[in-house]
């Protein structure tokens, strides 16, 4: 049997809603509908109640959430595209990121991203906000790169105290494969290394993890071994994966889908070069999208956003320092 | 049917204990927001002060019908000082909260008006107007899951606040969620310096109601009893599943945005219009005129209130700052996910 | 004053034009919309395709009112195509776009309903709901400040739009700016695949307009002659000085939310209630029942206007798509001030 | 004649208005009333119909401030305080910021918004959000550290074509005096030293480049003379500037008053070691505030924001490398 990206977080739902009753989605389109990607597909009819409609209101979604959150429940959002939860931003970073350290109770809950570029999805149907929400205190934010963590951090997202923004890669829904769901993964906040190697460490998540190994791949031509470490999680940082592959390497690329203003990859530098500089033999290379919105036409779009292409240049250019 | 003489007047105490008991909180709300005004002003309170002056009868009456114990719950805002005591919040949560006190529900991290206790069913607002309706909305829907289907909420918000996005987005939230809620809407005819014409254009904001589908009602929010009669009648109605009831209260604000601004922009004519009276005055007199209550009584009724007041003040005063060396510097409840503070 | 017979004659024959106008429009974008429909299907149109069928007489009748010459401002949404066309979009800004030629007005940056040209008085919509009415409130202003008040605007939503914060603050500030807006809410009874009462609980949508303070119609957005009526009648107050006028459509979506979905979730019964019509058929059916064309005529113009999209399709085929390394990468129009891709 | 921060910045307002007829303010309580900093005090009676009161809705009045500036206005928007365009930031990084790339048509428009600490002021008064803006491309994001730039860069955002956000610190407001407004300044995306030194540079904006100078004052003490440079704008970054400098000193401090993950110290840092690697002798450093909303009570504020102490230590560390 062989499982999508997109199946694993919907059999990662239908789990925690069979096992948990404090479980509810909440989002547009979710219930009958299963959702624009149908990642709650028949859910609603399988948990009758509780796979709600919701209107387009992404503000009140995400604050109906907080309150059934603060209540005891365990709601997990689906916003339909991760660029409209631009309109849930105040809820989100000032509501329920700051709910616990003000008030002491917790607020558990799960907003679910639909993230990252795909062909022809234009400026607004594209978005990684990974590095929006962690710039602010109090969220903790998924980034799951591979079949397996979709399930296995979904799941893990659940049983959080926290509010988990929950970044999956709609790109990864139908391209991604595997064999069958896992029992256990690594801890929330671990990275894990994707491709052991030698010259070179690339640190990165969600999608471009598979062009960053598809990048290693073609250096292996070049008779170079790319370690390739998968953050997992962008907020916590795994900083002590990241250094001891450094540590092995010398060389770091960071490579990231999103904007190039910050985030996670500035983030993964400076922590590197605070805490490992002695470790470096060359300086740290980033590799983000362009500073434009991003783009419709795909032949704009394959440039806009690092490719496997992209990233090999970016590191014979980093192994030739 | 015919009601007998005793039956009457049974529910004549009854109104009339219960506009005594919402009396008591307006009075103690206003001790209590006055003393907290002189610890402003003597430079005693860090930050800012925002008192409900005017609003009293009006913040008082949806308190006293949501219950706590009951498991209702409840969303005041900047002016709430009365509905909060008639709710239940304890004098000391608000003088411990105003003063830094690290024992208030907030330990020092937040202050003022952004107190609450969401495990009692009070939410602690933040700042931005109308976002603790979805919130109010999201409670009631975990109560309707677990069948706990006899509470309420209520949720208060200004005229400016009407204007504010998530305002909309919730009430229609709660509309077609057919939410036990009571949005009480206080028009007091300013947000900040901003005159009620620069904020909405429909005659009065009940006019809403029609538009979201839910029950309204528009009433003189500085008479006291209409206040009881029309939340005791809208918790009546969210109770027995009619869904949200909007109740709109006209009043005027009867002090500065907060104790920083002396409101020169509101003129005084304002206050000798319809509406622009004090709801406390207007009760007292009230209570003298029906003899509910004496000078004497009325007086000693004061120095009870100022007592508790100055108590709770004392108390909190006598208490520790916060310390920033005893912080836990947490923002998540997961301890073992928190970040150190990178770079360093 | 009694009308002469020729000056009522005048008046039909002006109603009759117009309809007629208004008809070719409608069926314009239903053939250039059907033919997007098949490219997609071939899949030589990347992204979605989202079309407005059945709304053809709702968007064209608002489209119409609206002259760019005159400086009105449009903002369509999804379903807008024929009011594009009335109100002065080529075919070909919407071929090309949707087939990414570098010559289109978004130049391959930004696709399908995203085109607009803003200094035509035609918004570019984002795809976030409700947030374009804000902006034609602001070009409205900023043609106040210059004196130019004769513009109007017009701008579009959908039943689930509505739910939206953005679209509450915008309907608000353009009711208490008074500003010369029509709100045209195509209630087709989906958002998506989401029924309008899990989007609201009122029974007609108009019903907010008192609540904003603005006029409102209600009417069968299925009907032409309505359509054109109505929207005549509220340009006409717009331009007048009565402010905001909210007009509601009834009718209902007659497609996918795009062409991806095949919208099995609406029942087929639906199309048989009241509103549920095929705006195009009925007018067809009037016309040709009016005699105001003949099935010959009726098939000429069909084919006429099959001939203009097919043309445009070709021509925007045959244009180039963008090219990356010609692309300037510059998000801002003060180029000196763009930063390089840092880090590489 | 002495002026303050704040009165500049309403100095500024007053002369845009007066040889601008395109420019209008916009904002909660800023005609009759002045504003709530009193920005705009007396502009209203002196500009009549040009300084407007907005409703609460700061989706709308930012999206009401876009469409003027497509129609070729140069509106002056003033949140109440920074947290609250919160709620703008759909139609502000969406909205106005893709505008021109989108359409060719530009979008000048600014957003004025009174960032930062101050005692008492709790975590929806006092935060800092240059780095949010700064991320989504096609804004330009400035941070004026005197009482001259507040002044003069606020007149050249009225006169750029593109939007601009405008940080403004309510802790310089009263503070910062200057002896009169300056005819020119500075380019605008050019740094400034604001205090020349050789053993250690520090990169920061805004009210913590104050911060900084005091700290580097302390360590003159220590025989140390610390280059404090103040970037004046978060977007674009002048990294020529600062790689100048830390050529000269060879150790990089970044300080700011934002939450930690991400943000300006991050980006800074990475690029001056992706593009100055061998200048440095030191790792560099961060200092920002801590990851947590930031606190009502002045004793943990001040501990959660760095200050001159803290800076201080943190360049003593430095050195110490
Ligand atoms: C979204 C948002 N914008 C701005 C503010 C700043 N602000 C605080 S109170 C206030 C006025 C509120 O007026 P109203 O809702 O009528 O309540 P009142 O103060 O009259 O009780 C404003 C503008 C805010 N708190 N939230
Ligand atoms: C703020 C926001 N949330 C979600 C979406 C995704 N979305 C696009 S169209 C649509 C349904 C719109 O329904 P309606 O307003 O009724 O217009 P219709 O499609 O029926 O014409 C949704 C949910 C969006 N565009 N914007
Ligand atoms: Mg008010
Ligand atoms: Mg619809």
């Given at each position: 049997?062989?499982?999508?990206?997109?199946?694993?977080?919907?059999?990662?739902?239908?789990?925690?809603?069979?096992?948990?009753?404090?479980?509810?989605?909440?989002?547009?389109?979710?219930?009958?509908?299963?959702?624009?990607?149908?990642?709650?597909?028949?859910?609603?009819?399988?948990?009758?109640?509780?796979?709600?409609?919701?209107?387009?209101?992404?503000?009140?979604?995400?604050?109906?959430?907080?309150?059934?959150?603060?209540?005891?429940?365990?709601?997990?959002?689906?916003?339909?595209?991760?660029?409209?939860?631009?309109?849930?931003?105040?809820?989100?970073?000032?509501?329920?990121?700051?709910?616990?350290?003000?008030?002491?109770?917790?607020?558990?809950?799960?907003?679910?991203?639909?993230?990252?570029?795909?062909?022809?999805?234009?400026?607004?149907?594209?978005?990684?906000?990974?590095?929006?929400?962690?710039?602010?205190?109090?969220?903790?934010?998924?980034?799951?790169?591979?079949?397996?963590?979709?399930?296995?951090?979904?799941?893990?997202?659940?049983?959080?105290?926290?509010?988990?923004?929950?970044?999956?890669?709609?790109?990864?829904?139908?391209?991604?494969?595997?064999?069958?769901?896992?029992?256990?993964?690594?801890?929330?906040?671990?990275?894990?290394?994707?491709?052991?190697?030698?010259?070179?460490?690339?640190?990165?998540?969600?999608?471009?993890?598979?062009?960053?190994?598809?990048?290693?791949?073609?250096?292996?031509?070049?008779?170079?071994?790319?370690?390739?470490?998968?953050?997992?999680?962008?907020?916590?940082?795994?900083?002590?994966?990241?250094?001891?592959?450094?540590?092995?390497?010398?060389?770091?690329?960071?490579?990231?889908?999103?904007?190039?203003?910050?985030?996670?990859?500035?983030?993964?530098?400076?922590?590197?070069?605070?805490?490992?500089?002695?470790?470096?033999?060359?300086?740290?290379?980033?590799?983000?999208?362009?500073?434009?919105?991003?783009?419709?036409?795909?032949?704009?779009?394959?440039?806009?956003?690092?490719?496997?292409?992209s990233i090999a240049a970016a590191l014979r250019d980093l192994l030739s320092l | 049917m015919a009601e007998t003489a005793s039956q009457l007047?049974?529910?004549?105490?009854?109104?009339?204990?219960?506009?005594?008991?919402?009396?008591?909180?307006?009075?103690?709300?206003?001790?209590?927001?006055?003393?907290?005004?002189?610890?402003?002003?003597?430079?005693?309170?860090?930050?800012?002060?925002?008192?409900?002056?005017?609003?009293?009868?009006?913040?008082?009456?949806?308190?006293?019908?949501?219950?706590?114990?009951?498991?209702?719950?409840?969303?005041?805002?900047?002016?709430?000082?009365?509905?909060?005591?008639?709710?239940?919040?304890?004098?000391?949560?608000?003088?411990?909260?105003?003063?830094?006190?690290?024992?208030?529900?907030?330990?020092?991290?937040?202050?003022?008006?952004?107190?609450?206790?969401?495990?009692q069913g009070l939410i602690a607002m933040i700042s931005h107007l109308g976002t603790a309706i979805s919130v109010a909305n999201g409670m009631?829907?975990?109560?309707?899951?677990?069948?706990?289907?006899?509470?309420?909420?209520?949720?208060?918000?200004?005229?400016g606040g009407t204007s504010a996005g998530a305002f909309h987005e919730a009430v229609n939230q709660a509309a077609v969620e057919k939410l036990?809620?009571?949005?009480?809407?206080?028009?007091?005819?300013?947000?900040?310096?901003?005159?009620?014409?620069?904020?909405?254009?429909?005659?009065?904001?009940?006019?809403?109601?029609?538009?979201?589908?839910?029950?309204?009602?528009?009433?003189?929010?500085?008479?006291?009893?209409?206040?009881?009669?029309?939340?005791?009648?809208?918790?009546?109605?969210?109770?027995?599943?009619?869904?949200?009831?909007?109740?709109?209260?006209?009043?005027?604000?009867?002090?500065?945005?907060?104790?920083?601004?002396?409101?020169?922009?509101?003129?005084?004519?304002?206050?000798?219009?319809?509406?622009?009276?004090?709801?406390?005055?207007?009760?007292?007199?009230?209570?003298?005129?029906?003899?509910?209550?004496?000078?004497?009584?009325?007086?000693?009724?004061?120095?009870?209130?100022?007592?508790?007041?100055?108590?709770?003040?004392?108390?909190?005063?006598?208490?520790?700052?916060?310390?920033?060396?005893?912080?836990?510097?947490?923002?998540?409840?997961?301890?073992?996910?928190?970040?150190?503070?990178?770079?360093?």
């Amino acid at each position: 049997m062989s499982i999508t990206y997109l199946e694993a977080i919907r059999a990662a739902q239908a789990k925690a809603l069979a096992e948990d009753e404090r479980v509810f989605i909440y989002g547009q389109d979710v219930a009958a509908f299963g959702g624009a990607f149908k990642a709650t597909k028949t859910l609603s009819k399988e948990f009758p109640g509780r796979v709600i409609d919701a209107p387009i209101s992404e503000d009140a979604i995400a604050g109906l959430a907080i309150g059934a959150a603060i209540e005891g429940m365990r709601p997990i959002v689906e916003m339909q595209f991760a660029d409209f939860s631009s309109i849930a931003f105040n809820q989100i970073v000032n509501q329920a990121a700051t709910q616990y350290w003000r008030t002491g109770v917790s607020c558990p809950l799960i907003i679910r991203l639909p993230s990252g570029g795909t062909d022809g999805s234009g400026p607004f149907h594209s978005q990684s906000m990974e590095s929006l929400y962690s710039h602010y205190p109090g969220l903790i934010v998924m980034t799951p790169a591979t079949v397996e963590d979709a399930y296995g951090m979904l799941l893990e997202a659940v049983a959080i105290e926290d509010p988990v923004i929950f970044c999956e890669h709609k790109f990864l829904y139908y391209h991604l494969k595997a064999e069958g769901l896992p029992d256990s993964i690594l801890p929330v906040g671990k990275a894990r290394i994707a491709r052991a190697g030698r010259h070179a460490t690339v640190v990165t998540c969600s999608a471009m993890v598979h062009e960053s190994l598809r990048a290693a791949q073609e250096l292996v031509n070049d008779g170079y071994e790319i370690e390739v470490v998968d953050l997992r999680t962008a907020k916590p940082i795994d900083t002590d994966t990241v250094l001891a592959s450094v540590a092995r390497t010398g060389r770091l690329l960071c490579v990231g889908e999103a904007f190039p203003w910050g985030g996670l990859t500035a983030e993964v530098v400076s922590r590197v070069v605070s805490e490992g500089f002695h470790l470096l033999d060359a300086p740290p290379k980033r590799l983000n999208a362009k500073d434009t919105p991003i783009p419709y036409h795909p032949n704009l779009w394959r440039v806009h956003r690092p490719t496997s292409q992209s990233i090999a240049a970016a590191l014979r250019d980093l192994l030739s320092l | 049917m015919a009601e007998t003489a005793s039956q009457l007047s049974d529910a004549k105490l009854t109104a009339r204990q219960r506009y005594l008991d919402a009396f008591r909180w307006m009075l103690l709300a206003r001790i209590l927001e006055e003393k907290l005004a002189r610890l402003y002003r003597a430079g005693m309170i860090v930050g800012g002060v925002y008192i409900g002056r005017g609003q009293e009868a009006f913040s008082a009456a949806l308190g006293m019908q949501l219950n706590r114990q009951e498991g209702d719950v409840y969303a005041p805002l900047i002016r709430d000082q009365a509905g909060r005591l008639a709710f239940g919040e304890a004098i000391l949560d608000a003088t411990r909260t105003y003063l830094g006190s690290v024992k208030g529900p907030m330990r020092g991290r937040d202050g003022n008006i952004h107190r609450g206790r969401p495990k009692q069913g009070l939410i602690a607002m933040i700042s931005h107007l109308g976002t603790a309706i979805s919130v109010a909305n999201g409670m009631l829907v975990a109560k309707r899951f677990r069948g706990e289907t006899q509470s309420i909420g209520g949720v208060c918000i200004g005229d400016g606040g009407t204007s504010a996005g998530a305002f909309h987005e919730a009430v229609n939230q709660a509309a077609v969620e057919k939410l036990p809620l009571i949005i009480a809407v206080a028009d007091n005819q300013f947000a900040y310096s901003t005159p009620r014409d620069r904020q909405f254009a429909c005659k009065d904001l009940v006019d809403r109601a029609i538009g979201y589908g839910i029950e309204g009602y528009s009433i003189d929010g500085t008479d006291l009893n209409a206040c009881l009669e029309t939340f005791a009648k809208a918790a009546q109605r969210a109770r027995s599943g009619h869904g949200p009831q909007m109740v709109v209260g006209h009043l005027l604000r009867l002090s500065g945005h907060g104790e920083h601004d002396d409101a020169s922009y509101i003129a005084p004519e304002l206050k000798n219009q319809q509406y622009g009276g004090d709801c406390l005055e207007i009760s007292t007199a009230h209570i003298l005129g029906q003899e509910w209550m004496d000078e004497t009584e009325m007086e000693a009724l004061k120095a009870e209130l100022q007592e508790q007041v100055d108590e709770a003040v004392a108390t909190a005063q006598k208490e520790p700052a916060p310390d920033p060396f005893q912080e836990s510097w947490h923002a998540l409840a997961t301890k073992h996910l928190t970040e150190g503070t990178p770079g360093i």
